[in-house]
């Protein structure tokens, strides 16, 4: 199943409400201009890096959301029809990258052989067990040979140890952060060249933090050959937590329904339905959403019809409410019910 995340957009309504007719959406075909997508959007860190913080803008992804809007707006349905490489950390210190440079190394990691890819296996196969799930979380996957490589990535963090707690709280003090993946990496002590193909091997802890939901099925990751030495992963456990989006000036906290909301209809029987925008890149961003509602809101102000004071709204079907309709949250909770939380093996 693929992540997305979806702004659907419904006319106001405040007479009788006959029964809506399904918007039968597509999300596997949508048409070129509702997709949108954000600058810099990564589904995971460069193998082998060992810092990679703060990858993802909220405030610049609500301005990509605001200007697809300004360029494409949504008209009424009843008239209308990769994994990107990212850069090293700065933070990383100077000559990291150089032919033979020294590389960084967790503090404390977990001690054992790691000589070779086989003995590394063998040494950390079980570190991911019998460590406690950090309060709010739900494990999702233990002990895996690959790393998470998924959309909404917002960040890489390297640990002292191995320690989920630790983890969780970045992801707890991370924007739009629900679910994290802590591994041990295998990497080389030098960065591999022709006068050091081989270099001798560090274990390094690793924490990633994304902001949509995972499963054991997305740890795809399992490391690569670097000239003559072999990156490699182990004990990769995954967690995460119910999100709960935070206020959004104007609207009201969006309502836990069991599936995808049908617009309703008007009542003199036209379509309350407007259309849709995905952010497929993106992590859960309600805020995103907002955004792209009250834009498509001020395009309908200056390019309303005739009749004065009179345009197609961004709001509730509900009469007199000004809360809009979230599909994302919906969705969000449909795919979190969907995947199997099978532990890896």
Do not use: W
Request: net charge neutral; hydrophobic share 35%; with cysteine.
């Amino acid at each position: 199943m693929q992540s997305l995340i979806a702004f659907a957009a419904l006319l106001a309504v405040v007479n009788a409400i006959p029964a809506p007719a399904p918007q039968l959406i597509d999300f596997s075909a949508p048409p070129a201009d509702a997709v949108v997508s954000s600058p810099g959007a990564l589904t995971g860190p460069p193998v082998g890096a060992f810092s990679q913080p703060d990858v993802y803008s909220p405030t610049k992804a609500n301005a990509v959301a605001a200007a697809a809007i300004a360029s494409k707006p949504l008209t009424s349905a009843s008239k209308s029809k990769g994994l990107r490489k990212g850069k090293g950390s700065s933070s990383q210190k100077r000559g990291v990258n150089d032919p033979c440079g020294a590389q960084p190394s967790s503090a404390s990691p977990p001690s054992g052989d790691n000589t070779s890819p086989q003995s590394f296996y063998q040494t950390f196969a079980n570190v991911g067990s019998n460590v406690p799930t950090p309060s709010g979380y739900t494990s999702v996957f233990t002990n895996g040979q690959g790393s998470i490589s998924e959309v909404g990535y917002l960040g890489l963090y390297p640990l002292d140890s191995y320690d989920p707690q630790a983890c969780a709280t970045l992801c707890d003090q991370k924007d739009l952060c629900f679910a994290f993946n802590i591994f041990v990496e295998r990497d080389p002590s030098q960065n591999p060249a022709a006068s050091c193909m081989n270099p001798s091997p560090i274990t390094n802890v690793k924490c990633t933090l994304y902001g949509m939901p995972i499963s054991a099925n997305t740890a795809t990751n399992t490391g690569e050959t670097r000239v003559s030495f072999q990156i490699v992963i182990a004990g990769s456990n995954g967690y995460q937590k119910i999100p709960v989006p935070d206020p959004i000036p104007g609207f009201t906290l969006p309502v836990n329904v069991p599936g995808a909301i049908n617009a309703p209809s008007a009542a003199d029987g036209s379509n309350t339905y407007m259309g849709y925008k995905l952010f497929p890149n993106d992590p859960f961003n309600p805020a995103q959403c907002a955004t792209a509602c009250l834009a498509q809101n001020a395009y309908n102000v200056k390019h309303h019809a005739s009749t004065p004071c009179s345009y197609q709204a961004c709001v509730s079907p509900y009469p007199f409410s000004s809360v809009i309709v979230l599909l994302i949250y919906t969705m969000m909770l449909i795919f979190l019910n969907s995947h199997s939380s099978t532990p890896m093996s």
